[in-house]
Nanobody, 120 residues
Framework: QVQLVESGGGLVQPGGSLRLSCAAS????????MGWYRQAPGKQRELVAT???????NYADSVKGRFTISRDSAENVVHLQMNSLKPEDTAQYYC??????????????WGRGTQVTVSS
């Protein structure tokens, strides 16, 4: 099973940018669909963005036009470029990997998360 480690979180002002990374190891990266999810205090975990093995992307409506997910198969990394950040983007961000696209976000491998805080 693949192991995932997220990085790149931090404190940023509204309107700023961050780039999250999810490094995968221990299995064949190209075999996995990948996703970013987030959970704010007191709220359920929600989808942010996904990218299939073939590179097809999907975004939550709340982040469309601001966030971009990408994968680097040479480095076994998935990135989440976040621009025009808003206070409501504040959350713990998690990376998920699953071989079955329909199960993405509901099982497979999870990282420990990285905290993103958007505040002035």
């Amino acid at each position: 099973q693949v192991q995932l480690v997220e990085s790149g979180g931090g404190l940023v002002q509204p309107g700023g940018s961050l780039r999250l990374s999810c490094a995968a190891s221990g299995s064949i990266f190209s075999a996995y669909h990948m996703g970013w999810y987030r959970q704010a205090p007191g709220k359920q975990r929600e989808l942010v963005a996904t990218i299939t093995r073939g590179g097809t992307t999907n975004y939550a409506d709340s982040v469309k036009g601001r966030f971009t997910i990408s994968r680097d198969s040479a480095e076994n990394v998935v990135h989440l470029q976040m621009n025009s950040l808003k206070p409501e983007d504040t959350a713990q961000y998690y990376c998920n990997a699953n071989r079955i696209i329909m199960d993405l976000g509901r099982g497979g491998s999870w990282g420990r998360g990285t905290q993103v805080t958007v505040s002035s």
